[in-house]
């Protein structure tokens, strides 16, 4: 086994790909459910900072913040109503600083959220423009339209928001007034907190060229850029055709072809690359960023659309974290983004949770994880079969040993490292997810994967995630943590040999030693009918999804020389050739 490297500094001495961010690995960390540092139950900012230390234990060369900018939080921060500034509950733009430069002293940078489909009801512009009439410019940012019929009663189309009802919402108004159309209507592809911003006009543009020299005058190095499928409309706005009975409430509007992977969105993007490019051309050393967050699964010509040398950096892939446990599938899922880097040269980021998605280990705990049907989220999400969580948290971990050798940068989701699973038991009142009141709780929505983080077994200062109050009291955390939390602290599973904390620790380790410097390529080989195996240079990764342990001929000429480097399941692992069932072994030569 490697030595372990003393810093994430000790990156720079390694043959990494340039510019840093092709094969990065990337924290995720949701601000609200981190770490609360003043005891109102709410994570903030100088709670990560006080928790650098066990981010920087994993390896990671840059955290990617969720939005943490002034916001009502309708949305939880994706309802943005000042995009130059910090949430007061977070803190302030200088706990923002001291965060950077904490960071940047362990060898880590900051990579923002940027939200540009939409703003909050709180934002100034939209203040402004239900103060205004219906024809002014303060409108014209937005889409505000009349409502169809006499009175205008009707929306303008029939466009569903995302999370469930329409994607208009009526204003109040003297029915007689607008020429007896009475209020108008304005578009919202998510919550009715987030009207959506027209990118056509000009003062958009202008924002958005402030937001990116602002936060890259402070240090920020990239952004993850939010919902890019919906961003760009058809500019007339016309009826979505209809859709059949069996698509669910969430995916209509992923179906709506005016407004999803819309040309019009590419412009935008182009936009934003320009102005990174500039900023970055005034700024020798600066390696800037933004990554791409849209579902573009199995549909490799959109992600070489986006990743166009004049639009993102690069795009998530998120094939593998929703594919089911399955041979045939998986290796699709891998292969499918790897294609799309041999063609373009943009490697994936690779990702396997996020704050939107049911966590892994409940997912691949599912009785009916290996059904090859089963294969997008809802699908999983909405799967009721039974889960049994230590073998969703063992095939979890396996996977997580694939996806640290492939070529690309990875991004790994708080609380993925403990092994989390999802939390269902969250009472109807104490949900927040405008999912589950926008349908009425027939979708439960993404609170059970934004449970706050659980860092110790004290259940008197929520298993570590709030430090108390001057007065020695803390508030109750924002969302509900289980009985069984403390359990799956950092503080416990630290003590745990080969826990879920130490694998992932040491498959950064691993990942430094003998997958970076391997070309940005892969390929499967085949040295056995149940495995899926990976040649990455020198490096073979073999994965065995079945529930039985395999027998691997380790004199086939691709396994000849090598020798086992890494096993997901360590207590298992020999050198007889033997692959534990659903583990994942790293041979090298
Ligand atoms: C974010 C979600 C958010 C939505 C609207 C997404 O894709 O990841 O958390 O609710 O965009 O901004
Ligand atoms: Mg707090």
Known sequence: MSEPSASSNDRLAHPYARPW????????????????????????????????????????????????????????????????????????????????ADARNLGIKILMDLVPSHCSIEHRWFIAALASDPNSPERARFYFRDGKGDAGNEPPNNWQSAFGGPAWTRLDADPTANNGKGGQWYLHTFAREQPDLDHTHTDVHQLFDEIFKFWFDRGVEGFRVDAVAGTGKHPDLPDQPPVGPEVGVLDITWMNEYTVFRPEGHDVWRRFRATIDNYESGHPGRELMMVAEAYAVRRPELVKAFTEPDQFHQMFSFDLMLTPWEKHSIEQAMLDPIAILAKTGVPPAWTLNNHDIQRIVTRLGRSDAHLPEIWTNNNLALSRADVDLALGERRARAMAALIFALPGSLYLYQGEELGLPEVFDIPADRREDPV????????????????????????????????????????????????????????????????????????????????????????????????????????????????????????????????????????EMHTTGVIPANSTIWFSS
């Open 436 to 571: 589950f009141e926008r349908t009425g709780g027939a979708e439960i929505g993404r609170d059970g994967c934004r449970v706050p983080m659980p860092w110790t077994n004290d259940a008197s200062s929520s298993y570590g995630f709030s430090t108390p109050r001057a007065d020695g009291t803390v508030g109750e955390p924002w969302l509900p943590q289980p009985t069984a939390w403390g359990e799956r602290s950092v503080s416990e599973i630290d003590d745990i040999e080969n826990s879920t904390l130490h694998m992932y620790q040491s498959l950064g380790e691993v990942r430094d030693e003998f997958a970076v410097s391997q070309p940005l390529e892969a390929q499967t080989i085949d040295i056995g009918p149940e495995v899926i195996a990976v040649r990455r240079g020198d490096l073979v990764v073999v994965v065995n999804p079945t529930d039985e342990p395999v027998q691997l001929d380790l004199d086939h000429r691709e396994l000849a020389i090598t020798q086992p480097v890494f096993a997901s399941e360590p207590a």
């Open 21 to 100: 961010w092709k094969d990065a690995l990337v924290y995720q960390v949701y601000v609200r459910s981190f770490a609360d540092s003043n005891g109102d139950g709410v994570g903030d900012l100088a709670g990560i900072r006080s928790r650098l230390g066990h981010i920087a234990s994993l390896g990671v060369e840059a955290i990617w913040l969720n939005p943490c900018y002034p916001s009502p939080q309708h949305d939880h921060g994706y309802d943005v109503a000042n995009y130059f500034d910090i949430h007061d509950e977070y803190g302030t733009l200088d706990d923002f600083d001291a965060l950077l």
